[in-house]
């Protein structure tokens, strides 16, 4: 169902956007990427697992593409990430089909996550692994706060 879906999408294209601006789009997301935002000092436990977890993944991405992400302590401040920083990922973007890019943007989409999105995109991560790192502190509150 999720397939057709999106072939469907990406045939169809029903918001008549272009190429650019679906890449566009999606850098414009990389800011409020689930993995850059921490919660605070004082829970310990999910601190270390984002940083255990997500860290690497941070690390591969700006090495992958030559930039420096910030990294968000609470909900409030949003990481200034200027466009700049963000050329390689630009460009990889722009180097991959228009269908390819819906595929993207309906992965990215799901799992809240750019930096997630191409790492599996570039074969970093699986896809299991990349949803379950996007869903890291939804699974850590179910199994230690309700348990």
Do not use: C
């Not at 800011?31 to 919660?39: A, F, G, K, N, P």
């Not at 074969?123 to 179910?142: I, M, N, P, S, W």
């Amino acid at each position: 169902m999720h397939l057709t879906s999106l072939a469907n999408t990406a045939q169809d294209n029903p918001h008549n956007k272009t190429k650019f601006e679906l890449v566009n789009e999606l850098l414009s997301h990389v800011s409020e990427d689930t993995i850059l935002y921490r919660v605070p000092e004082s829970n310990n436990k999910l601190l270390e697992l984002q940083k255990e977890k997500w860290d690497p993944v941070i690390r591969w991405f700006e090495s992958e593409f030559k930039t420096s992400l910030p990294i968000a302590r609470g909900t409030i401040f949003v990481p200034d990430i200027p466009e700049s920083s963000l050329v390689h990922v630009r460009n990889y973007l722009s180097s991959q089909s228009f269908t390819g890019i819906h595929g993207l943007v309906f992965g990215i989409d799901a799992i809240r996550s750019v930096i997630l999105g191409l790492a599996v995109a570039k074969k970093y991560l699986g896809v299991r692994e990349a949803v379950d790192l996007g869903r890291l502190e939804t699974t850590f509150q179910v199994k230690f706060l309700y348990y």
